[in-house]
T-cell receptor, first 110, second 114 residues
Framework: KQEVTQIPAALSVPEGENLVLNCSFT??????LQWFRQDPGKGLTSLLL?????REQTSGRLNASLDKSSGRSTLYIAASQPGDSATYLC?????????FGTGTSLTVIP | SAVISQKPSRDICQRGTSLTIQCQVD?????MFWYRQQPGQSLTLIAT?????????ESGFVIDKFPISRPNLTFSTLTVSNMSPEDSSIYLC???????????FGEGSRLTVL
């Protein structure tokens, strides 16, 4: 069974800092990997989707990479802002099921 | 991308009652799912909503407690039956697009059972 882990569980950084969030998974046979943002008490907002054949995807200040062979993905956030404060989750799609990590709670301090 | 509307956004309910949550997608999705997220935890899949047939439930979830309907490709409902305080959670509807495999979520329904 696929297991998805996110480290660290919580992260606090000063505004303007670049940061990296990590996601690891145990089975490299994936269809795609998706990064989400979740604000407190709200649903999940899709940030980036990386297909299994891709190495990275970029959207604005966000860059996500995928290394299937090592079972890792990273989400890079450039020039962090207080509005980036949220919980970030990664999800692995095996083709017939989605497996979610436990998330990284990010706080960007003004 | 798909836009998913979910209602109610929140509700406070009495023990023993039932609540139905509605989920509407603005475009056809291949898959629809219902998740539960308890405070401070990640998402737990309740079931896959199948169009025109019975939902596929995950271990620990049963149809009598969480009846689900999906009459067409863009609409589904989840009922939380005979609620207890342990059912207090955020319930999330999601839709998956078959071509990209991308998953989209509604805003969630925050349920508090007294």
């Amino acid at each position: 069974k696929q297991e998805v882990t996110q480290i660290p569980a919580a992260l606090s950084v000063p505004e303007g800092e670049n940061l990296v969030l990590n996601c690891s998974f145990t089975d490299s046979a994936i269809y795609n990997l998706q990064w989400f943002r979740q604000d407190p008490g709200k649903g999940l907002t899709s940030l980036l989707l990386i297909q299994s054949s891709q190495r990275e995807q970029t959207s604005g200040r966000l860059n996500a990479s995928l290394d299937k062979s090592s079972g890792r993905s990273t989400l890079y956030i450039a020039a962090s802002q207080p509005g980036d404060s949220a919980t970030y989750l990664c999800a692995v799609n095996t083709g017939n099921q989605f497996y979610f990590g436990t998330g990284t709670s990010l706080t960007v301090i003004p | 991308s798909a836009v998913i509307s979910q209602k109610p956004s929140r509700d406070i309910c009495q023990r023993g009652t039932s609540l139905t949550i509605q989920c509407q997608v603005d475009s056809q999705v291949t898959m629809m799912f219902w998740y539960r997220q308890q405070p401070g935890q990640s998402l737990t899949l309740i079931a896959t909503a199948n169009q025109g047939s019975e939902a596929t439930y995950e271990s620990g979830f049963v149809i009598d407690k969480f009846p689900i309907s999906r009459p067409n490709l863009t609409f589904s409902t989840l009922t939380v039956s005979n609620m207890s305080p342990e059912d207090s959670s955020i319930y999330l509807c999601s839709g998956g697009q078959g071509d990209t495999g991308e998953l989209f979520f509604g805003e969630g329904s925050r349920l508090t059972v007294l």
